[in-house]
């Protein structure tokens, strides 16, 4: 079966992919590293409640954060797994191709913009 990106396009998309991969790694482990040590903070702050409100809205923060970031590395790792395989690049709704232009803006992308519009706009059909 052929595709109608090319080697050197597929090429292009799996650097931005691993990269974007990288970044949502190093972020998370950021995150992560600051929701224990406002879990530290807390315990030692129970002392001195004055400064605790505000530890508990960086927790938060960053507990919003992560998670942000957990959903999207799932969805460029799958995406990487789908441009190794055959199915990456085409719309999972109508199955056209879905441009290049719009793989390099979002590599993860898995819909066309046509697809993705109408199903922003009706979110029943959501999966
Ligand atoms: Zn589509």
Known sequence: MS?????????????????????????????QDGLSRADHARELLQQ???????????????????????????????????LRGEEYGRCRDCDLEIPFDRLKAEPW????????EMRERDPRRAA
């Open 3 to 31: 595709h109608h990106l090319t080697a050197g396009q597929r090429a292009l998309l799996e650097a931005a992919l691993v990269q974007r991969q990288h970044q949502l790694d190093q972020r998370l482990a950021e995150h």
């Open 48 to 82: 001195d409640s004055r400064e605790a409100p505000q530890r508990e809205e960086e927790r938060e923060i960053d507990m919003a954060l992560s998670d942000i970031e957990l959903r999207e590395l799932g969805e460029v790792s799958l995406a990487l797994r789908r």
């Open 109 to 116: 992308a898995k819909r066309c913009l046509q697809c993705e």
